[in-house]
């Protein structure tokens, strides 16, 4: 069946570093790609979504790049900061279908 | 506040019991999902709904089992309890039915004894 799969499960960068963190999806058919950021007791949110017409997006200091051809879409996050460590999760959508997350990875940003 | 709604946040049971976990949208959304995350885990699809119909399932279980109402809320009974259902429980809402931003609820934290 289709999955997503999410490396690395957990990464720790030093406060000001840069962090990436990708993902690869198996159904070709998928065209719309969340992040969604978790902090510690609270819901998921929405922090950026790429769709499968545009190859990268950004959001200040988030940007999210997409290469269809190899599956794969990945997270960057400039200039970290101790209030971007959490959990991030990617997801693959493919039209009215449901979305697939990957297994999360644990971002700590150190002081 | 996302604006979507779960109702209760905390629920402790014992094994083999059945219980009732509550849903609401954001207003004007027609999907609903349902998600299981357990202990440092990942967010597992169990199932959802657009407009009242069923339209994906995951690894729900067969004890577990859903339904959206026609005021569009909906509701995940959980039953034959075993303790590895142990688990937060979130609800996300959409306004479509897929390429669509996810609003996640609270979550219901179901503890089984």
Same mark, same amino acid.
């Given at each position: ?34 992040? @969604? ?6 819901? *998921? ?27 794969? =879409? ?7 900061? *101790?209030?971007?460590?959490?959990? @991030? =999760? ?10 697939? =997350? ?10 | 506040?996302?604006?979507?709604? &779960?109702?209760?946040?905390? %629920? ?18 027609? /999907?609903?999902?349902?998600? &299981?995350? /357990? ?6 699809? %169990?199932? &959802?709904?657009?407009?009242? +119909? +069923? ?12 339904? &959206? ?24 809402? /959409?306004?479509?039915?897929? +390429?669509? +931003? ?12």
């Amino acid at each position: 069946g289709e999955n997503v799969e999410q490396h690395p499960s957990t990464l720790s960068v030093q406060e000001g570093d840069s962090a990436v963190i990708k993902c690869t999806y198996s159904d070709s058919a998928s065209n719309y790609f969340p992040w @969604y950021k978790q902090e510690l007791g609270k819901r *998921p949110q929405l922090i950026i979504d790429i769709r499968s017409n545009v190859g990268e997006k950004k959001d200040q200091r988030i940007a999210v790049t997409l290469n269809k051809t190899a599956k794969h =879409f990945s997270l960057h996050i400039t200039e970290t900061q *101790p209030e971007d460590s959490a959990v @991030y =999760f990617c997801a693959a959508s493919r039209g009215t279908y449901k979305y697939i =997350f990957g297994t999360g990875t644990r971002l700590k940003v150190l002081a | 506040d996302s604006g979507v709604t &779960q109702t209760p946040k905390h %629920l402790i049971t014992a094994t083999g019991q059945r219980v009732t976990l509550r849903c609401s949208p954001r207003s004007g959304d027609l /999907s609903v999902y349902w998600y &299981q995350q /357990s202990l440092d885990q990942g967010l597992q699809f %169990l199932i &959802q709904y657009y407009n009242g +119909e +069923e339209r994906a399932k995951g690894n729900i279980l067969e004890r577990f089992s859903a339904q &959206q109402f026609p005021d569009l809320h909906s509701e995940l009974n959980l039953s034959s309890l075993e303790l590895g259902d142990s688990a937060l429980y979130f609800c996300a809402s /959409s306004v479509g039915p897929g +390429e669509n +931003e996810q609003f996640f609820g609270p979550g219901t934290r179901l503890t089984v004894l």
